[in-house]
């Protein structure tokens, strides 16, 4: 598609472009309202410089794209349900490993959402960077014997795997676990999913939430699974986002899986707004 309300500048091979032109504190008229919703699809991944937005701009402009998602266990921003408030001292925080590992957001639903809008509040003077990697290529890069392997193999995406022996074990440990499992029981889904607007296969997987492949013995599942998460960590499938204050990025979750680097020893402040849509099939 040629663009005529905005310039993109892509960050790599595979996936990823910054966005120029574009003032997001003010209204979006529809025509580039509907070309940031194709550079989108397109690039899989957004970025925008320099946009001094509110909290409430923010709601605004994840509301274009759709409903807004209330999250389960992650605290919003006061006055602001809408959005996820991730802030932390350090890269050192514990609860960090969550998002140290290659994951689509709320895979173990069964509902996963369509879109992330993340934007820096507060960013450390180095590192603290966010990778991503295209799960189109993820499946386009596999050998077509393995394609056939995975095809029809549905995997499991369960919650609890985040947690650690030593949280089990503390007071309380194993009923927060079962409390957890309730409220968010595992789900499962086809290893290789169809986009639903491009019409695109992926290989749709977590490091964080997969835990086992259905109809397979468990060293069967093990052994596969860590080749295919070995396979996400391939570098030319990937693009990295250095943050400044104000950047936003904008990923689709359907066929982005994400990372965060911990290698920051200052304060960090992100808003996110999640975006609910049609899931795939």
Known sequence: MSYQKIKLRPI???LGSIIEGVDLSSPLDDETFGEIKQALLENLVIFFRDQKISPDQQI????????????PFIPNLEGH?????LKVASGAKETLRLANSWHEDLSYTYDPPLAAILRAVQVPSRGGDTMWVNLYKAYDTLSDKMKEIVEDLSAWHDV???YRRQELQREGGAAQYWSTFQKTPPALHPLV??????????LYISELTTTHIEGL???????????LFKHLDWKELHCR???ENDSIAMWDNRCTAHYAVRDYTEPRE????????????
């Open 241 to 243: 986002f250095y943050w």
């Open 193 to 202: 999913r169809t986009h639903p607007e491009t019409g695109k296969k992926l």
């Open 60 to 71: 605004e402009f994840g509301k274009r794209f759709g409903e807004l998602h209330i999250h």
């Open 270 to 281: 992100m808003h996110r707004v999640t975006v609910l849509g049609e899931v795939l099939s």
């Open 81 to 85: 349900k809408e959005i996820i408030q």
């Open 12 to 14: 790599s091979g595979s």
């Open 217 to 227: 013995h468990e060293p069967e599942s093990d052994a596969l699974l860590q080749m």
């Open 160 to 162: 609890t795997k985040t």
